[in-house]
């Protein structure tokens, strides 16, 4: 007689470290400012933004639109990250964003991102191919010194492509 198996059973789709490695080659212009997504876990993203040349504005500081690609990179990160069981049947576009710029961003910034709704996962689960949904992710901005610089607020029009 066979003793039951402890471990817990294969969980679907695909697994958060292949979701970050994808997410960090999808997108040129983020590879081109140097955006790199961190970490990733159920609904929750860390990507971060180092200081360089070519994404300072003209008085030496990461420039506003530098800030918008590294809150938007965790935001839709956190949101793949919450829907992996199905990610690969979901596509999802940036419908609406609002970011507020708190104070001068110097240094490498840090954006911590997390979905708002944390039953969207059980939500989604029961839609059909063809059914859309919106989805709503939530970014903080960091310095080294771990100072808010600005914060976002991304709204994502989201379609199940396959059940």
């Known amino acids: 007689m066979n003793a039951?198996?402890?471990?817990?059973?294969?969980?679907?789709?695909?697994?958060?470290?292949?979701?970050?490695?994808?997410?960090?080659?999808?997108v040129p212009f983020q590879k081109f400012a140097g955006v790199e997504v961190t970490d990733l876990a159920d609904g929750r993203a860390v990507a971060a933004l180092?200081?360089?040349?070519?994404?300072?504005?003209?008085?030496?500081?990461?420039?506003?639109?530098?800030?918008?690609?590294?809150?938007?990179?965790?935001?839709?990160?956190?949101?793949?990250?919450?829907?992996?069981?199905?990610?690969?049947?979901?596509?999802?576009?940036?419908?609406?964003?609002?970011?507020s710029y708190d104070k001068?961003?110097?240094?490498?910034?840090?954006?911590?991102?997390?979905?708002?709704?944390?039953?969207?996962?059980?939500?989604?689960?029961g839609l059909a191919a063809g059914e859309r949904f919106e989805a709503v992710a939530r970014s903080l901005l960091h310095n080294a010194q771990g100072e808010t610089v600005a914060e976002a607020v991304f709204t994502y029009h989201c379609r199940v492509l396959a059940a």
Do not use: C, M, W, Y
């Open 4 to 26: 039951p198996s402890s471990s817990p059973p294969p969980s679907p789709g695909p697994s958060f470290e292949d979701i970050r490695t994808v997410v960090n080659d999808l």
């Open 50 to 99: 180092p200081e360089g040349g070519d994404t300072l504005n003209h008085v030496g500081t990461q420039h506003a639109a530098a800030l918008f690609l590294v809150a938007e990179a965790a935001a839709g990160s956190a949101l793949a990250g919450a829907l992996r069981e199905r990610i690969t049947g979901i596509s999802f576009v940036l419908r609406q964003s609002a970011i």
């Open 104 to 125: 001068k961003a110097g240094g490498t910034i840090r954006s911590v991102a997390t979905v708002v709704d944390a039953h969207l996962p059980a939500r989604v689960a």
